[in-house]
């Protein structure tokens, strides 16, 4: 079953290679870019979901910070008082977890379908100074060509902008180690996987900070306490 997902992805990649030589462009890089955006209005239901519900729980911190010290000594009463606080304002907390869950494997299969990818035409696999997308930019950076560093680099640019963008308490230790963190974390995994993949991620992330702007603005209007 799962060989036939990772089967369903070569397809996809293929099909979308076919829509780029109808339009005149024939290159896998830009059927990847064409791919994603796809994905991401499929999943576009559940990511706003996910959003959504990360918003909520960002911006009801400081309630749920009070009950936490206000009944540190009766845990039972305090879990009472936070799940009170969730129905009150429509917050579910799991409710960012589902999207995640099923993006992940999405990753993967496009990870392994990817990583042994059958080329139609080599010439195409080429993309915007990258002579082989099938290959890291670790093994171009190491072969005398460091241009195709600039993936892991967008890769990091653009996780740092999706969360900074997605942040309620800027002053938070936690959040604020995370804004750092997983940047520097996607940018070095972007330099050991095949360049489509950071092509993917890149793009998805240009949607997903879209995407956040979109939520951070209509959850303005409707923020819990407000």
């Known amino acids: 079953m799962w060989q036939s997902f990772v089967q369903w992805f070569t397809d996809f990649i293929e099909f979308m290679y076919g829509i780029t030589i109808k339009i005149g462009l024939p290159n896998y890089g830009l059927a990847i870019i064409l791919m994603t955006i796809v994905i991401k209005l499929v999943l576009f239901p559940l990511t706003q979901k996910q959003l959504k519900s990360m918003r ?12 936490q010290e206000k009944y540190q000594d009766d845990p039972q009463k305090m879990q009472a008082k936070v799940m009170e606080l969730y129905r009150q304002h429509g ?5 960012g977890c589902l999207p995640l869950l099923i993006q992940m494997p999405i990753f993967i299969a496009f990870y392994q379908s990817l990583y042994n990818f059958q ?3 080599a ?9 082989d997308i099938s290959k890291t930019a670790w093994y171009f950076i190491t072969h005398g060509d460091p241009i195709a560093i600039y993936l892991p680099i967008l890769a990091g640019i653009t996780t740092y902008i999706q969360q900074k963008v997605s942040m309620v308490n800027t002053d938070d230790p936690t959040q604020k180690s995370l804004l750092y963190f997983m940047p520097l974390f996607m940018a070095w995994i972007a ?12 793009m998805f992330n240009i949607l997903g900070i879209l995407q956040q702007l979109y939520v ?10 407000k």
Do not use: C, D, R
């Open 91 to 95: 917050v579910n907390p799991f409710g």
């Open 123 to 131: 010439e195409h696999a080429a993309f915007l100074g990258i002579p």
């Open 56 to 67: 909520a729980m960002q911006e009801l911190q400081p309630k749920l910070k009070y009950i």
């Open 216 to 225: 951070n603005k209509t959850s303005a209007k409707t923020a819990p306490g």
């Open 119 to 121: 080329f139609t035409v």
């Open 191 to 202: 330099t050991t996987l095949p360049a489509g993949l950071p092509i993917y991620w890149i």
